[in-house]
């Protein structure tokens, strides 16, 4: 059971807009910033989306992250095949004094 | 150019121990924290541990503490995560990954290929 709570899987089709819910607490995305990774099957993660709302450099600006209270989303527009990974919220927990993940979700692009 | 380099996959059997590696280059090694996340097949994301490779300050997740070590030995600009006695259970792969701690923020900036361990007898 991850301490972040996101949906197993989500789906819709190519160039079409999706949305990636992550839950958790104040002990935890209420109270600090949260990233989200890409993670495509058989390689290692990489980061998306840091802050809540910030994009490293090389990440197209297609990919989007935003907070309210103890709730974060990552947004992808214009969806391409290319798109298909795992997707996983991080931040910290004060509680736990611990980095903690949600349980990932699967993006298929139909 | 930041690279995390981590050592090659590893066959072990039960109550064997075990370190495996992950040399950073690319960035001032001792001014970054560096850690270890575990990934069991088909699951998600746990984190483990970190160390500040310029004090060698630790820190664990409460679910791995007592269960791996953490090490680094900033001459070589290499990260370690160790084992005493291996479980079936720590069959994973494991990402080297740096945290990027800025103030209040927190966040794994750059990942290791991942180093896969094979536990069985």
């Known amino acids: 059971q991850s301490v972040l709570t996101q949906p197993p899987s989500v789906s819709a089709a190519p160039g079409q807009k999706v949305t990636i819910s992550c839950s958790g607490s104040?002990?935890?995305?209420?109270?600090?910033?949260v990233s989200w990774y890409q993670q495509f099957p058989g390689t290692a993660p990489k980061l998306l989306i840091y802050?809540?709302?910030k994009r490293p450099s090389g990440i197209p600006d297609r990919f989007s992250g935003s907070k309210s209270g103890t709730s974060a989303t990552l947004g992808i527009t214009g969806l391409q095949t290319g798109d298909e990974a795992a997707y996983y919220c991080?931040?910290?927990?004060?509680?736990?004094?611990?980095?903690?993940f949600g349980g990932g979700t699967k993006l298929t692009v139909l | 150019e930041v690279q995390l380099e981590q050592s090659g996959a590893e066959v072990k059997k039960p109550g064997e121990s075990l370190k495996i590696s992950c040399k950073g280059s690319?960035?001032?090694?001792?001014?970054?924290?560096i850690g270890w996340v575990r990934q069991m097949p088909d699951k998600g994301l746990e984190w483990m541990a970190i160390?500040?490779?310029?004090?060698?300050?630790?820190r664990y997740s409460p679910s791995f503490r007592g269960q791996v070590t953490i090490s680094a030995d900033k001459s070589i600009n290499t990260a370690y995560l160790h084992w005493t006695s291996l479980k079936a259970s720590d069959t994973a792969m494991y990402y080297c990954?740096?945290?990027?701690?800025?103030?209040?923020?927190?966040?794994?900036?750059?990942w290791g290929l991942g180093t896969l361990v094979t536990v069985s007898s």
């Open positions: 690319g960035y001032i090694f001792t001014s970054y924290w």
């Open positions: 160390i500040y490779p310029g004090d060698s300050d630790t």
């Open positions: 104040s002990s935890n995305i209420g109270n600090n910033y």
């Open positions: 802050d809540n709302d």
């Open positions: 991080g931040t910290w927990d004060s509680s736990l004094s611990a980095m903690v």
């Open positions: 990954t740096r945290l990027r701690i800025v103030g209040t923020t927190r966040y794994f900036d750059y």
